[in-house]
């Protein structure tokens, strides 16, 4: 499931203003190639962006995923929209910002995490906010382990539907995500660019995690460092360093990609 908005001349209220996102229609596009790259046919690819992303049919989307997936199969969705904060007692979790978003009817993160084993990556302010009641891993050896961050809340864990789950988030859920216009969000054009370093090298796929940590995490901070340097977004670079988050809940399954 691919779910993108560029244009939000419908939207209405919330704190990201709403500015149009001109780099969520090369994200749209390159993701998918990415995504084809690992696998997914195109003919198995939700995809809505624009006037097609709206709240109910987002929420469409997920029915038709949950109704046509079966047990080990695995499901990538990729978000790339405005995301905002858990303001004003709207959601306990953060918010993507569809085509028609309203503050009296929209859909929130925690509603992605319901159609069997996911990847998700998720590209929207305050994105980090998707991995809630979900646990931060560490890399072994040879798998990963399951590390409960401080103050876990078990009951927003038992709320996840999806018995394995992995979360790569381009931003903290205190921080907004970097678009870099005719370039693309920078979260993710690293994405793509690590895709493309494992099919050039023909390389087995990794874990998500090994993905995660090879090329992502680092990657996005020297991204948005080299950006600030160059003071072309310098409005975010007040916010400190972009950090991606990885979460994850796994039911004995390595999440490989």
């Known amino acids: 499931l691919m779910v993108g908005v560029s244009d939000f001349t419908h939207a209405q209220g919330g704190e990201s203003g709403h ?4 780099g969520v229609t090369r ?3 390159t993701v998918r190639t990415a995504l084809g790259d690992l696998g997914v046919e195109r003919q198995r690819l939700l995809w809505l962006y624009n006037a097609e ?6 929420r469409a989307a997920l029915a038709k995923l949950q109704a046509q997936t079966a047990p080990d199969d695995l499901v ?3 978000l790339s929209t405005h995301g905002l904060p858990k303001a004003d007692g709207l959601s306990r979790f953060g918010i993507p910002v ?3 978003f309203r503050t009296d009817n929209f859909i929130d993160f925690e509603q992605f995490r319901a159609a069997g084993n996911i990847i998700w990556l998720n590209d929207t302010c305050h994105s980090g906010l998707a991995a809630e009641g979900l646990v931060t891993v560490e890399v072994g050896a040879r ?5 409960p961050p401080a103050g876990f809340d078990v009951s927003k864990a038992a709320s996840v539907q999806a018995k394995n789950i992995a979360v790569i988030s381009s931003a903290s859920g205190e921080q907004k995500a970097v678009d870099l216009g005719p370039g693309g969000g920078l979260f993710s054009s690293i994405f793509v660019q690590g895709v493309a370093r494992i099919t050039q090298a023909r390389q087995a796929p990794p874990s998500i995690y090994g993905f995660y940590k090879s090329h992502v995490d680092g990657k996005v901070q020297a991204g948005f460092h080299d950006m600030c340097v160059g003071a072309s977004q310098p409005g975010f670079c007040t916010q400190g ?3 991606p988050v990885f979460g994850a809940q796994r039911d004995g399954k390595l999440i490989g990609m």
């Open 53 to 58: 992303a709206t709240t109910a049919g987002v």
């Open 19 to 22: 500015n149009n996102l001109e």
């Open 76 to 78: 990538y969705v990729y």
């Open 98 to 100: 569809t085509y028609d």
């Open 27 to 29: 994200d749209m596009q």
């Open 241 to 243: 360093t972009q950090q």
């Open 143 to 147: 798998d990963f382990s399951v590390a």
